[in-house]
């Protein structure tokens, strides 16, 4: 069956450090992850998606189809980063999502 | 630029209580879904719709109605509400073909 993992509920830097989110898959077909971030009491927006191999705010993610992960990436932490990041598994042919539980990311000053 | 809108911002409901929320975009988008979201489960799928007239049960159905009479609008029933849909509930959509949502901005519920 299909999932999403994601390890870590809390993450927590320091500005100017390097972040990784970690996300892990489960899927038999060809994966379509993205990222989504949500701020605080905000809606959820698209940071990422894997197929367009962009880099949004400084974050990166590569798909790694041995390990089955997606782990989002910054060299470099901002405070504005402080967020909840939910990694996401695009399945079926009507457009479900299927969502990790989260991970809420703290930069501290 | 409207996208996704929800109404109500916030509710408070006593258990027993009915209430429709309603999730309305203007992208001309197919696919609609109402997610509830809850600390430590992430986003969980309550229905869904593949177009006008059809709407199918997702993850979390129990409790919950839906209908998608007009393309552009859908809308989430709570025929006797308990304390245990206290949540945050989200609606998306996207186009047939599309990869990725687009959220509306939420609804936060209480029901106490």
């Known amino acids: 069956a299909q999932r999403v993992t994601q390890p870590e509920k809390l993450l927590s830097v320091f500005k100017g450090a390097p972040v990784e989110l970690k996300c892990n898959y489960s899927?038999?077909?060809?994966?379509?992850l993205f990222w989504y971030v949500q701020y605080s009491r905000q809606r959820l927006q698209l940071l990422l998606r894997?197929?367009s191999r962009e880099s949004i705010k400084g974050f990166t993610a590569d798909l790694n189809k041995g390990e089955t992960s997606f782990h989002l990436k910054k060299p470099f932490a901002q405070e504005e980063d402080s967020a909840m990041y939910y990694c996401?598994?695009?399945?079926?042919?009507?457009?479900?999502?299927?969502f990790g539980k989260g991970t809420k990311l703290s930069v501290k000053p | 630029n409207a996208g996704v809108t929800q109404t109500p911002k916030f509710r408070v409901l006593k258990t027993g209580q009915s209430m429709t929320l309603l999730c309305a975009q203007d992208?001309?988008?197919?696919?609609m879904y109402w997610y509830r979201q809850d600390p430590g489960m992430g986003l969980r799928l309550i229905h869904y719709?593949?177009?006008?007239?059809?709407?199918a049960k997702g993850e979390v159905p129990d409790g919950y109605n839906v209908s998608r009479l007009k393309k552009q609008n859908f809308l989430l029933g709570l025929e006797s509400a308990a304390p245990s849909q206290t949540s945050v509930y989200f609606c998306?959509?996207?186009?047939?073909?599309?990869?990725?949502?687009?959220f509306g901005s939420g609804t936060r519920l209480t029901v106490v």
């Open positions: 899927y038999s077909g060809s994966p379509e």
């Open positions: 719709s593949v177009g006008e007239g059809t709407t």
């Open positions: 894997h197929i």
């Open positions: 992208m001309n988008h197919e696919y």
């Open positions: 996401a598994l695009w399945w079926g042919s009507q457009g479900n999502l299927i």
């Open positions: 998306a959509s996207t186009a047939r073909g599309g990869y990725g949502y687009t």
